[in-house]
């Protein structure tokens, strides 16, 4: 008897181990450049930030919980906002992992450049996944952001492959922010109305990202020091969040304006809510703010189904600039994907898209 | 072999005329939108003329999308990245000409250097000239 107690111990105990090893082994860069595990441990000690959003997600030991259904959103499409839920499935997050998008690292907090093949891991890629979860709560609570956990899938994945240490001249981080993006979402007549409303709104949902926002709205961050945008405990952290706010501006800003009329003629189409995310997305990318408003101008005249496509497609102009760069980019991206992932989600992913590496349907 | 000339000639005719025609409907468009950016390079004339032409020239685009039906040349694509562009233009004539709202009337062309790096030329030139 006792010694069947004994065996069992073993077991559990042999399969923790085996799991934790599994959460810490690389999945892109070599086992000796472990900085970013570190950084990641620092954080689960020191940062606010960490602690709130590990808690809040029971990364070490998964928690269910009861839907509590208070979103104040309209839109049915959108995902209902689950507590301790994370969106992305951790095989498809392994397969963007393994996608080499730039060469230049950045290592925190020294913010020392060089290509050192940072060790990425599965207990790594477990975090972001709960501060994009959190963050993307934070903002459908506070603002009307019509983008669903797919479509920031495609873009962090197109963007960084999930890498927060990817930096380059043409952007930083997971969200490969740039200066002008930051400034954009700081100008009080543009963004800074969003990160206000992040610092003052009293929703659990954004009891970590507030952190971020309140600190920011006393001293702008910049990109001059990378790590602000990039480090575990905060950086990380920021640059999701940041990205997230961008994609609030835009729409605030330049998308939904330009959709009204649109958005009215079809609001009974299923397909709106893809055509919205969509050109919306569009305006993340290289292509610019006016390239993003042209392509919209250009494929209102299309109804919703004919309009998701012509987004796939290009749209150049007579100078060879294409206003739907952006897209076809991640279209593109995601057919590379294909390669890194393994059955069942592979077909599944053949089928659905993105829409395949979602934790849970809605 | 002449009929089938003919017939070949009558059936795609009217595609060359229409292509034609949206040329100089585009060519137009261009003379145009050199015409704002020239009016744009002095206060007084910006002032007093933006507007009437910034109404012209949408008209302009607007009429080209209708020639152009379902198709989406790169001329209508073209017109349309232009159009976009001319937005620091259309805030600053929304306000007064103040160093603030010129900053963020730059700033809105910086948001766009990529959509056309030779259009955002030509805006951020007026932008200098009318707030210097």
């Known amino acids: 008897m006792k010694l069947k107690f004994y065996f069992q111990i073993a077991v559990v105990t042999a399969l923790l181990s085996q799991q934790t090893f599994a959460d810490q082994q690389c999945i892109s860069g070599t ?3 472990k900085g970013l595990i570190e950084n990641l441990s620092a954080a689960e000690k020191n940062s606010p930030i960490t602690s709130l959003i590990s808690r809040r997600y029971g990364l070490e030991k998964k928690t269910e919980a009861d839907c509590i259904d ?5 839109k049915a499409l959108l995902p209902k906002l689950e507590p301790n839920k994370t969106y992305f499935k951790e095989e498809c997050l392994e397969a963007a992992g393994q996608i080499k998008a730039a060469s230049n690292e950045v290592i925190c907090p020294s913010g020392k450049n060089g290509q050192f093949r ?21 903002l459908r609570r506070t603002q009307n952001l019509p983008i669903t956990p797919e479509a920031l899938f495609e873009m962090y994945s197109l963007e960084s492959g999930f890498k927060p240490y990817y930096s380059n001249s043409g952007g930083t981080g997971m969200g490969q922010l740039t200066s002008i993006f930051i400034k954009d979402l700081h100008q009080k007549h543009r963004g800074r109305p969003i990160i206000e409303s992040i610092a003052n709104s009293t929703h659990d949902d954004c009891e970590a990202a507030k952190i971020i926002a309140q600190k920011d709205l006393s001293k702008e961050p910049s990109l001059s020091n990378k790590c602000s945008f990039i480090q575990a405990g ?12 961008g994609l609030a501006n835009s729409w605030n800003k330049d998308i939904e304006p330009l959709l009204t009329s649109y958005n009215k003629k079809y609001e009974r189409d299923p397909q709106l809510l893809k055509v919205q995310y969509k050109a919306l997305i569009n305006s993340y990318g290289p292509g610019g703010r006016a390239a993003a408003r042209a392509s919209i101008r250009r494929l209102s005249k299309l109804k919703p189904s004919d309009y998701i496509k012509a987004m796939d497609r290009p749209l150049m102009t007579e100078e060879g600039g294409n206003l739907n760069v952006y897209t076809n980019n991640l279209a593109k991206k995601q057919k590379q994907l294909v390669q890194f992932m393994k059955d069942p989600i592979k077909s599944e992913f053949q089928k659905d898209g993105a829409r395949a590496c979602l934790e849970y349907m809605f | 072999m002449l009929r089938i000339y003919v017939l070949i000639l009558l059936l795609i005719s009217p595609l ?13 468009y261009q003379t145009a939108f050199s015409r704002i950016i020239l009016i744009s390079s002095k206060k007084e004339s910006f002032i007093k003329d933006y507007s009437a032409l910034r109404l012209q020239i949408e008209k ?5 999308a209708e020639l152009e039906k ?15 562009m001319l937005a620091p233009l259309d805030y600053l ?22 959509s056309s790096k030779k259009t955002y030329s030509l805006i951020n030139q007026a932008l200098i000239n009318l707030c210097q």
């Open chain 2, 16 to 28: 060359l005329t229409s292509a034609q025609n949206l040329k100089s409907h585009y060519d137009d």
């Open chain 1, 118 to 138: 940072q060790c990425y891991t599965r207990s790594f890629f477990n975090y972001q996944n709960a501060v994009i979860s959190d963050f993307y709560k934070c």
């Open chain 1, 70 to 74: 208070c979103e104040k959103s309209n």
């Open chain 2, 60 to 64: 302009k685009y607007q009429n080209f």
């Open chain 2, 70 to 84: 379902d198709q989406l040349t790169t001329m209508g694509n073209q017109m349309a990245v232009q159009l976009e």
């Open chain 1, 31 to 33: 086992e000796s450049s």
């Open chain 1, 234 to 245: 905060e950086g990380m952290e920021r640059n999701v969040l940041y990205s997230l706010m």
């Open chain 2, 93 to 114: 004539i929304s306000q007064k000409i103040t160093p603030e709202n010129c900053k963020a009337a730059a700033h809105l062309n910086e948001l766009s250097i990529n």
